[in-house]
């Protein structure tokens, strides 16, 4: 390998090959029936001629192609140690462009999916599942989230590798791009909420609000929270906060409105104090609070005789992603089966199509305290205006 991939990287395509050293030790049989050093290398002569094979192999091409991808995008292994904003995937990252084709089109050609009883290889798998199994790969190694533990910001989900997927019309060095793209962007206003919290703890914004003031600074983590933290959206939030604290003091279940709270605020001229009296001297306020003392219990003892209750909800912080085990179908045996196909209609188009038949992946979005004796539980989708449901809540929520 010393003498021969010099002569290799001469050529300006594999610059940066550096292959595994077991390639050139690889033997042939030669003509006299005997094995013989594939990259013959004592002569100069012979390092010439072995350079010029070892430049059409497979390996020293693709160990080219993974260190450009590693320049351009960064170590994996020292992913996160160095900082990229959500611009740097518009912008420099796309040098890394040809040589994440090469990568993406090596995993697709080398890829294979097979049963796990029998060992062998299985053909009735929906092709798009191969393209998504290679993007999932690369996105392991340059769409992770941040290592910093402070700072809450989850890596991108198996749904939205599909999205991007399909998005890019099937074009995974794209795709990786996109996702990466944005798994910065998560990173940026989750670094930003915790630089807020760190001003004060009680201080936060939305994603949308952080991500636009992200925006207007060119990513830059710590002007945006200079912006932010003299909002007036931002500071009218935790003005709010702030009376209800000083409120629940005096008047420990009162939960007035936010229209309440405000023109409790407008009233006092910003004087947290004095909005709060004034909230706990509204007969409103008051009666409320008194309304509030109510438990659980009683609530759902009050649904009994044949009423319906129903219990609304914002999901502020979603849980955790769940990973559903593959379904297996009983064989039958000398039963004719005719299967049929069921058509749905759905509200958008077009019909995405089935990446993973034998299993999928969905997110917890929370769950019933063991108390809530509820039938039924709906989710609606915003995204597409799906629905689904379960018509009986299982006894773990």
């Known amino acids: ?186 990173d940026e206003v989750a670094r930003v909420r915790q630089e807020l919290k760190n001003h004060d703890d009680r201080m936060t914004a939305t994603f949308g609000l952080v991500d636009s003031a992200l925006g207007k600074v060119e990513r830059d983590v710590d002007k945006a929270v200079d912006a932010l933290i003299n909002h007036p959206v931002v500071n009218k939030y935790l003005d709010k906060l702030k009376v209800r604290e000083e409120l629940c003091q005096s008047l420990p279940m009162a939960h007035p409105t936010s229209r309440q709270v405000e023109q409790a605020i407008a009233a006092a001229k910003g004087d947290i104090s004095e909005a709060a009296q004034i909230l706990r001297k509204d007969p409103v306020v008051e009666e409320g609070a008194a309304k509030v003392n109510t438990t659980w219990s009683d609530t759902l003892k009050a649904v009994v005789a044949d009423t319906t209750n129903n219990f609304t909800f914002t999901i502020v912080d979603v849980g955790w992603n769940n990973v559903d085990a593959p379904s297996s179908t009983a064989t039958v045996n000398d039963v004719s089966v005719v299967s049929a196909k069921i058509v749905r209609k759905l509200e958008f188009f077009p019909q995405p199509r089935q990446i993973c038949p034998a299993g999928d992946s969905s997110m917890v979005l929370g769950a019933f305290d063991d108390g809530v004796d509820a039938k039924r539980a709906i989710a609606a989708d915003a995204m597409y205006c799906g629905i689904e449901y379960t018509e009986d809540v299982k006894p773990d929520g």
């Open 1 to 186: 390998k010393k003498a021969i991939l010099p002569l290799v990287c001469e050529s300006a395509d594999l610059s940066l090959a550096d292959p595994p050293k077991r390639i050139f030790a690889e033997t042939e049989t030669g003509s006299a029936g005997i094995f013989e050093l594939r990259f013959p290398y004592r002569t100069e002569e012979e390092q010439k001629v072995s350079a010029t094979r070892a430049r059409d192999h497979p390996e020293v091409i693709l160990s080219h192609h993974l260190a450009k991808a590693k320049d351009v995008l960064g170590d994996p292994k020292a992913f996160g140690t160095r900082s990229r904003t959500s611009l740097f995937y518009t912008r420099q990252a796309r040098d890394a462009l040809p040589a994440l084709n090469h990568l993406a089109d090596w995993l697709i050609e080398h890829a294979e999916v097979k049963n796990d009883a029998t060992g062998e290889v299985a053909e009735d798998v929906d092709p798009s599942l191969i393209p998504l199994k290679a993007l999932e790969k690369l996105a392991g190694y340059w769409a992770r989230s941040s290592y910093d533990s402070s700072v809450r910001s989850s890596g991108p989900t198996l749904h939205e590798l599909q999205t991007a997927l399909t998005d890019c019309c099937g074009q995974v060095p794209e795709a990786l791009l996109q996702a990466a793209h944005e798994q910065a962007r998560r």
